[in-house]
């Protein structure tokens, strides 16, 4: 039971079609308090989360994702629709998974602005979501000087706008930023296959719940 909410266990990994996409991200947008992610943000912090180090529970990541406990942040028409949402989650959460155990490279889900340009700042800020809720076991990643590198294209993106300029990368023109998001999806199977090749994580067993 999650938050007053019975779970199914939700076992298929196909990928959300456009409508279940817009579904779930609608969804999202309907969060009261105004802090639930979009839905790249989700993906960056689900891509995180199961490429990490360690299994996250979904009674601890779906406060982050909802900007605050279900039943506090979320207006459901019924069981029914509770658990129609969730199961949308956790098979885009299986998706992911299913993916990168397959060790391939899982291309992140990315908004379009006005001019049609995928960005991938919420993608980087939802990842780094991802991090810190295991910040003690990513720290072995990122002080090992042979494969801290996986980290550099989503720190760009995540500090393309920061107010700092000492941390604010170059401007990042059209091409570069196709080539940051590329190696981004790439670095990410490499975190993958590093924290397995350590034998620290069980996240890509498929999601399941409590």
Not at 10 to 22: C, M, V
Not at 60 to 89: I, K, T, W
Not at 137 to 149: M, N, V, Y
Request: one cysteine or more; a negative charge; aromatic letters at 8%.
């Amino acid at each position: 039971m999650l938050d007053g909410i019975p779970m199914r266990i939700f076992a298929q990994n196909e990928p959300l079609t456009e409508t279940e996409l817009d579904r779930l991200a609608e969804f999202l947008h309907s969060c009261k308090g105004g802090n639930a992610m979009n839905i790249e943000e989700l993906d960056g912090f689900f891509a995180a989360l199961i490429a990490g180090p360690e299994v996250v529970m979904p009674s601890e990541y779906l406060p982050e994702v909802c900007g605050g406990e279900m039943s506090d942040a979320c207006e459901f028409d019924g069981l029914e629709e509770a658990n129609d949402v969730l199961a949308l989650m956790m098979r885009h959460w299986n998706d992911i998974a299913h993916t990168l155990g397959k060790d391939e490279v899982y291309v992140p889900l990315l908004l379009e602005d006005e001019n049609g340009v995928s960005r991938g700042n919420n993608w980087a800020q939802g990842f780094l979501r991802g991090v810190k809720l295991r910040h003690d076991g990513w720290k072995t990643l990122i002080a090992d000087e042979d494969h801290s590198g996986y980290m550099i294209p989503v720190l760009m993106l995540y500090h393309e706008h920061d107010e700092d300029p000492a941390i604010r990368p170059e401007p990042i023109g059209s091409e570069q930023r196709e080539k940051i998001i590329e190696y981004m999806a790439a670095e990410l199977l490499a975190a993958y296959r590093y924290f397995r090749r350590h034998g620290q994580s069980y996240a890509s067993a498929r999601a399941s719940a409590r």
